[in-house]
């Protein structure tokens, strides 16, 4: 029984008007789009195979992977067991090392704090270090809405920014861009390239373009009084903030500004050091195939003379608490957004992440942005699948994505108003297969179908309006020459 089944209110879901969540459009109307792009395709192909065969050569090597990954999963599910006291336990902590903490309803609340805490410190821009909770509310946007410009310093998602784009994936958020578009995006957005042009010095390799990056960052670093970060885990016990990445840029957001902001979704938080250490040997084999992370980021509180001198934690709710009331689909709190989901998800691979709509793309995103959201803003995305569970098997605190997915099908169908056609074809499926003798009628009709199959394996013709749905997409298989039941009693006698 549900909490509005008893009369009590539902939980507020993320906001609408607000942040990356929900797209303009439908999953399968997007993708479409997408699927035509072959250029896309190809970069998508290249690159999730390549991150999928460091992983696999990795994780193999770990002779105890499958129990780690099951002391993640506990980890995960113990820790949402009783987030109430853990968050409790965190804030105590920080504030005692010198920070302070902020709770946040939603994406507005969280976005205004923000606002509020920069304006205060009289600077009119920040540096940002890649985050995916500041993407989910929207935060660069009403900064820029305050005058305030946020400066993305993760190389990935720099290219992103300067070619006004969106991330398409959540640890290579510029996956779905080649060299020779990055290229052109420095080129005519860099200063440094703006009196040379097309004629500056700056071919596609990937060190030219580190280079020409590191040169546009670095001053930024050096003159920011400010920097936002996420974080990937916070620990309770100490009030410990972590952030792992691979370029430095973190390290030198979380160091070098006066002040620092971080705005982390409530679900991040591990209770004790013990349960930080499975996560990072989890964490970094799953998500770049690397053994450990090059750059593992720690701090509590404030230290005087000694990095950012204030410092603020945003815990932002923005649905999760709805999230967490269903005893399903909460597994998806547990996720440690390593990616490695989407890299083994066909659909993901030749749809791409923009076609999700949502700053969460691919398997997480189908059952993570529908909950945060409330399914019917979402609805087309836990269809977003073919169920093949390749996601569940990679993913290293198990989340069983694929049941979820059908969870939340089933919350959409439940919802639905109107008879669709699909639930009228379904019940007349369950009448016909629970009477034996109008079974046995419907596989006789059915057997009429290898009369316009001409021996081949799949009909010719698709099935009228509105059956027509279904087969525009897919092969309707030829009835086979005997049924199960026939074959049976020929074999069996009975
Ligand atoms: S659902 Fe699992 S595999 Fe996917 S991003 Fe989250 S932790 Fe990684």
Request: hydrophobic share 35%; with cysteine.
């Given at each position: 029984m549900s909490a509005v089944d008893l009369g009590m209110p539902s939980l507020p879901h993320a906001p609408r008007g607000v942040g990356h969540l929900r797209g303009d459009r439908s999953f399968p109307d997007a993708a479409r789009e997408s699927l035509r792009d072959g250029q896309l395709r190809a970069n998508l192909g290249h690159a999730t195979s390549t991150i999928r065969a460091k992983r696999k050569a990795v994780v193999d090597e770990v002779p105890d992977w499958a129990e780690l990954r099951e002391a993640g999963r506990a980890i995960k599910a113990a820790t949402m067991a009783r987030l109430d006291e853990h968050l409790v336990a965190l804030e105590e902590q920080v504030t005692a090392r010198g920070g302070t903490v902020h709770w946040a309803r939603d994406a507005e609340e969280a976005n205004e704090i923000v606002i509020r805490l920069v304006q205060a410190t009289g600077t009119d821009e920040v540096v940002k270090v890649k985050s995916m909770a500041t993407q989910e509310i929207g935060l660069n946007e009403a900064l820029e809405a305050a005058g305030i410009a946020a400066h993305e310093t993760d190389l990935a998602e720099l290219i992103v920014q300067l070619g006004e784009d969106t991330p398409s994936h959540i640890l290579v958020p510029a996956i779905h861009k080649n060299r020779a578009e990055i290229r052109e995006i420095f080129l005519r957005t860099m200063p440094q390239f703006q009196e040379q042009?097309?004629?500056?010095?700056?071919?596609?390799e990937p060190r030219r373009l580190a280079m020409a990056a590191r040169a546009h960052l670095r001053e930024r670093f050096l003159r920011a009084r400010v920097a936002i970060s996420g974080a990937n885990f916070a620990v309770a016990e100490t009030g410990t903030l972590a952030v792992v990445e691979s370029e430095g840029n973190g390290r030198m957001c979380l160091t070098l500004p006066r002040t620092l902001i971080t705005v982390m979704g409530i679900?991040?938080?591990?209770?004790t050091w013990r349960d930080l250490e499975v996560f990072l040997q989890l964490l970094p084999r799953s998500s770049t195939g690397e053994r450990m992370n090059p750059y593992t980021s720690l701090w509590a509180g404030v230290t005087p003379g000694d990095g950012p001198q204030e410092f603020h934690l945003v815990l932002v709710d923005n649905g999760r608490t709805a999230v967490l009331a269903d005893e399903v689909g909460?597994?998806?709190?547990?996720?440690?957004?390593?990616?490695a989901c989407l890299n083994v998800c066909p659909v993901y691979e030749r749809a791409?992440?923009?076609?999700?709509?949502?700053?969460y793309p691919g398997p997480i995103g189908a059952v993570l942005s529908p909950q945060l959201t409330g399914v019917e803003d979402n609805a087309s995305l836990p269809y977003?699948?073919?169920?093949?569970?390749a996601c569940y098997d990679v993913c290293p605190v198990a989340i069983d994505i694929p049941s979820i997915l059908v969870h939340l099908r089933a919350e959409h169908v439940e919802a639905q108003e109107r008879t669709t056609p699909e639930a009228v074809a379904f019940r007349a499926l369950a009448k016909a297969m629970s009477t034996p003798r109008l079974w046995r009628l419907a596989q006789r009709a059915a057997g009429l179908g290898r009369l316009l199959s001409r021996g081949k394996p799949t009909l010719p013709a698709a099935l009228p309006p509105p059956a027509s749905k279904w087969t525009r997409t897919r092969d309707l298989p030829t009835p086979p020459r005997e049924t199960f039941t026939q074959q049976w009693v020929r074999e069996r006698g009975r």
């Open positions: 042009g097309v004629d500056a010095d700056l071919t596609d679900e991040k938080v591990v209770p909460r597994a998806a709190l547990h996720c440690i957004r390593c990616s791409g992440g923009h076609a999700y709509g949502s700053v977003a699948s073919s169920l093949c569970g």
